[in-house]
Structures are given as C-alpha cells and as structure tokens.
C-alpha cells in the first residue's frame, strides 16, 4: 500500500480547526493508518485504490466529509470555458496518443501547496499511471505560455529542460538526464517521434518526460495549465477531474480546455457525475445491522456521497474526484467503513465437513521423503517450455501432441512442457560447475493432448551425474521406488533415442507402459552441456 508523508501544519489548516489527536482518530477510522506523527510531518500509510488520497489535499476533503465538515455540492459548479484549447496532430497516436487539460486560477499558490501538488502528481503518475506508461501530467505557469497549443509526435528539437540552464535536444535528454534515462523507453527513445506539448515559443514539455524551465511553476504562480496525457483514455480524462477537484478544494476557479481532433473537440474537466440504486435492505444484510434511511444517508454522506432515500433505494451520486467506484461493492465498502467495523459483530460461519490433507498429496509427499532419501534434491522448474529442449535436445524425432502457447511473448517460452527429464537436465547443465555427484528429482505436472483437448498428469522424474552413474544404479532407484510405494512394476527392455541403445529399459503395470529408465545418450548430455555420464528415469504417476 502506498505510503505517503505531508506537512503536518498544511494538513490541518486544510481541516480547520481539529487537535493531533482527533485528526489520528479520524484518519485511522478512514482506514489510513498513521505511521509516524512527527513534530513537521505525518506519514500515511493509504488504500491502493484510492488516488485521490495521495496528497494532502484529499486527505484533508476526506476527512471533512467523515466529520461532516464539507462543503457540498462544491464539484457541481458550473465552469466557464477558458477560450484555450490544444490541437492534436496524427502522429501522436502511434506514441501516446491521449490528453486532456484544464485551467486553474486563484491567488499565489504558495510553497506548501506547490509541494503538495508536485507531490501529489509525481506519486499518482506513479501509481495509477504505471509510473507514466499510462499517465502522465504537466503543470505549467499560464503567464508564461503563448497561444496557440498543440501536441503531437515531433522530429528531433531543443528546449530547456526544466531546472537546467541550455537548450537541450530532445533526444540528449533521454540520453543524458537521469530522467530522460528513466522513460526513455516508453516513447521508445523517439523512434516514431517525441511526443511533445507545444506552444507558439516552442516546446513546453518533452512528454511524459520533462517540462521546459520557461513554464515552470513557482510559489508566486496564481494562474495553472495542466496537462494530463497518456495512453489510457480513460485515465487521462478521469484525472482531468479529479486535478479540478483538488484545485477546487484550495478555492481555485476551474475553467474547461477545449482539445482539437480534427473538426472533433472534447472539453476537459467533463466532472460528470455517477449515479447508483442499493436497495436499504441489501445495505442492511450486507453490514449485519438495522440502520434505518437516515443512518443509511449520514454514512453515505461521510464518505463524500450526496445520497437520497427513492422508494426503498439509497441514491448513491459518485464524487466526481473518485477514480476508484465501479459498482454497488465499492459503496458498500465505503458504507462499512463509515458505520465502523468495530461495531459490526462477526458471525460464526458453521463447518459443513471436515478438512483433511488429500490422498494423493499424503503419497507424493510420502514419495518426497523416499527420493530424499536416497541423495536426490528436489528441484521445481516452469510448465513452460520450448519444442528445442522438448524435444531435439531429448533426440525425440516423433514428435506427439502437445499444449502450444498462442503468441508467445518470447521465443524460449512457447509450448507446456510434455516431460521433466528436459527440466533437470536444464538444472544440471546450468551447474556443471558444481560438485560431483549430483542427484536431481522432481515431482510436478506435465501436458499432454488427448482427443484434441489438454490433459494434466503427475510424473516423477530423477537424473543422476557422475562418473561412476550405470544402468543398474537408477534401476535400483526404480525399485526402491516400487518397494516403497507397495507397487509391482514390471520392467521389459525398450528403445527410447534419448537412452544409449541397449541401455534403456520400460515400466510396465498392469501391461501399461508407465515410464522408463536407462543410461542418457551423449549427445543428449552434450545438447544441454553436460560432460559426465548420467542416468536417468521418468514414471507417470496419473491425474
């Protein structure tokens, strides 16, 4: 969960009037565990699913609203258009194609909100914004920007990075800042141009990298451009709203950007408002408790909500700073914080069976300990696998029916593996170096196709490296194997091209053939790099 520090002075200004302790009380009530109170600061620690409480700002809205405190209605004002918009080029969609913007005007921001905005930006960017593959946003001081606007991918230009004294290129910046380095790889280093905000002077932030120093904000900036981009639309247009909210919150006047698509424009904040219908009854079952519609109203309301009781509904109208609401669940989260977990009492939730540990776990646990026993390890490997060290690496010519990966992400992981020994040759191959003798076994699932559909089974597997390894070393393994499980293997001669000719033998039960044995052929050894002799076998032990 997201850890947060403010300034612990700035915090309870935006509050009002409210002691240490009543404001700890309050935030731990909301869920917000207070992790150290300190003379200047306070560190929080909040929900992942709530960005709207990563700054001080939020923090502040929220718990005004658990104590009642909150102006309401305050996000539903009308906002004036500001008569500025952004033109959005082509060959911005290739990159990161999505922005919104807004305005904010008020007095001089101040340096504990400025620190706080920064802050606040930097870590939802970070979060929610899939530090800035999804999200990324700008703040510019409006005085110093020229009319018009635009966005789009661009060649190769200079500007002046923020807090840097030359002009620099875009691509030196990726080269040679630390956080040019850092997303350099999400425009992919420019390779279908550098997405960039621009204005009549020339650029005015390398997105979702850097700002330029002529835009730059300080304590005495009054009038705010923002600019929210990404490659979520979704995101971009929800933080639209959500930076309105907070802007709001500090008693800023918010106006609406147009963005230019062509002959299509969208204006930003869109501040529109949710609307859900939860039956009081499913309210009341869900926390265990008889509230009554003017409880139901007074919880909803500490969490931010203008609520209504509608013929047996509670009318739940979502904040428009609340990125996180999606259904009726999320509510009720909300509702149960609000009237308190410690005041709804657990039920006991009677037992319909009783548990125990599973047959087939009890034998190959069983198992384990007998492979243990003997000297082996027990290695793990991945399912996933290759048809290279499948199969040609194992000398299999025939190749059987196999899982395939559909558009595999990578070259080495392309199909569900149909054996182990492949996997623990892997191992011993990639250990070469360490001490002989070495005695590998695993015991997991692997794949198979029968009748064109996928089929799961347990196999067991050991390999054993060493100069003195033979036939009837893992022959005596098998054995051991059968005498303790009370099994009664038969054992016939077999030819398998991953075994030295003459040196391989099957298991049988029941006239089933079940696995096999024997002496691994060198080239199979060479194939993963082993250099000593090594014996090995293979069982199926079923679904």
């Known amino acids: 969960m997201p850890k947060i520090t403010l300034d612990?002075?700035?915090?309870?200004?935006?509050?009002?009037?409210?002691?240490?302790?009543?404001l700890t009380e309050q935030l731990n009530k909301l869920g917000m565990e207070v992790e150290e109170l300190g003379t200047e600061s306070i560190m929080l620690e909040v929900s992942a699913n709530r960005p709207d409480l990563l700054g001080a700002?939020?923090?502040?809205?929220?718990?005004?609203?658990?104590?009642?405190?909150?102006?309401?209605?305050?996000?539903?004002?009308?906002?004036?258009?500001?008569g500025t918009s952004v033109s959005v080029g082509r060959k911005v969609g290739k990159v990161y194609p999505f922005i919104s913007a807004i305005i904010a005007r008020g007095d001089s921001i101040g340096n504990d909100a400025l620190k706080d905005i920064i802050d606040f930006t930097e870590k939802l960017t970070a979060t929610y914004g899939r530090e800035r593959r999804r999200l990324a946003i700008g703040l510019h001081d409006l005085k110093a920007v020229k009319l018009p606007l635009y966005y789009d991918a661009y060649k190769d230009s200079e500007f002046v990075p923020?807090?840097?004294?030359?002009?620099?290129?875009?691509?030196?910046?990726?080269?040679?800042?630390?956080?040019?380095?850092?997303?350099?790889?999400?425009?992919?280093?420019?390779?279908?141009?550098?997405?960039?905000?621009?204005?009549?002077?020339?650029?005015?932030?390398?997105?979702?990298?850097?700002?330029?120093?002529?835009?730059?904000?300080?304590?005495?900036?009054?009038?705010?451009?923002?600019?929210?981009?990404?490659?979520?639309?979704?995101?971009?247009?929800?933080?639209?709203?959500?930076?309105?909210?907070?802007?709001?919150?500090?008693?800023?006047?918010?106006?609406?950007?147009?963005?230019?698509?062509g002959e299509?424009?969208?204006?930003?904040?869109?501040?529109?408002?949710?609307e859900l219908y939860i039956p009081l009854l499913d309210i009341e079952?869900?926390?265990?408790?008889?509230?009554?519609?003017?409880?139901?109203?007074?919880?909803?309301?500490?969490?931010?909500?203008?609520?209504?009781?509608?013929?047996?509904?509670?009318?739940?109208?979502?904040?428009?700073?609340?990125?996180?609401?999606?259904?009726?669940?999320?509510?009720?989260?909300?509702?149960?914080?609000?009237?308190?977990?410690d005041y709804i009492a657990p039920l006991v939730v009677p037992a319909v069976g009783m548990g125990k540990i599973e047959e087939r776990s009890v034998r190959f646990e069983k198992l384990s300990g007998i492979m243990v026993g003997m000297g082996f390890s027990e290695s793990m490997n991945s399912y996933l696998t290759n048809e290279s060290y499948n199969f040609d690496n194992m000398l299999v010519k025939k190749r059987t029916d196999y899982v395939k990966l559909k558009d595999p992400k990578a070259s080495s992981l392309t199909m569900m593996r149909t054996w182990l020994l492949p996997s623990l040759l892997r191992c011993i191959g990639l250990s070469v170096h360490e001490k002989m003798p070495q005695r590998l076994f695993e015991l997991d699932m692997a794949f198979r196709v029968e009748s064109e559909k996928p089929v799961e089974e347990y196999h067991i597997a050991a390999v054993e490296t060493d100069s003195k390894a033979n036939f009837n070393k893992i022959k005596a393994v098998v054995e051991s194997i059968a005498y303790m499980l009370g099994l009664k293997f038969e054992i016939k001669k077999l030819e398998h091209e991953s075994f030295i000719p003459?040196?391989?033998?099957?298991?049988?039960?029941?006239?089933?053939?079940?696995?096999?044995?024997?002496?691994l052929h060198p080239q199979v050894m060479s194939n993963f790099g082993v250099e000593e002799p090594s014996v090995a076998a293979e069982i199926v032990l079923g679904s």
């Open 8 to 22: 612990k002075k700035y915090l309870m200004g935006l509050v009002g009037k409210v002691s240490e302790k009543k």
């Open 57 to 82: 700002v939020g923090v502040a809205r929220a718990v005004k609203n658990y104590m009642h405190r909150s102006e309401r209605f305050r996000y539903d004002k009308e906002m004036e258009e500001s």
């Open 162 to 261: 923020l807090n840097e004294k030359k002009d620099m290129k875009y691509s030196e910046i990726l080269e040679k800042l630390d956080i040019g380095i850092a997303y350099s790889s999400i425009i992919e280093n420019g390779r279908n141009g550098y997405p960039a905000l621009r204005d009549s002077e020339g650029t005015m932030a390398l997105i979702p990298v850097i700002n330029s120093e002529r835009t730059k904000v300080s304590p005495e900036t009054s009038e705010i451009f923002v600019d929210m981009t990404g490659t979520s639309k979704y995101l971009v247009e929800k933080a639209a709203d959500l930076i309105a909210a907070m802007f709001m919150d500090l008693e800023w006047k918010v106006e609406k950007v147009g963005i230019v698509y």
């Open 264 to 274: 299509r424009i969208e204006t930003f904040p869109k501040m529109e408002k949710k």
């Open 285 to 341: 079952e869900e926390l265990g408790v008889k509230l009554g519609f003017n409880n139901a109203l007074s919880l909803a309301n500490k969490m931010g909500y203008d609520a209504a009781y509608i013929e047996g509904k509670v009318r739940f109208i979502v904040p428009q700073y609340r990125l996180d609401i999606i259904d009726w669940q999320d509510v009720m989260e909300d509702m149960a914080i609000a009237y308190g977990y």
């Open 502 to 519: 003459g040196r391989c033998a099957g298991i049988y039960m029941n006239g089933a053939n079940i696995g096999f044995f024997g002496e």
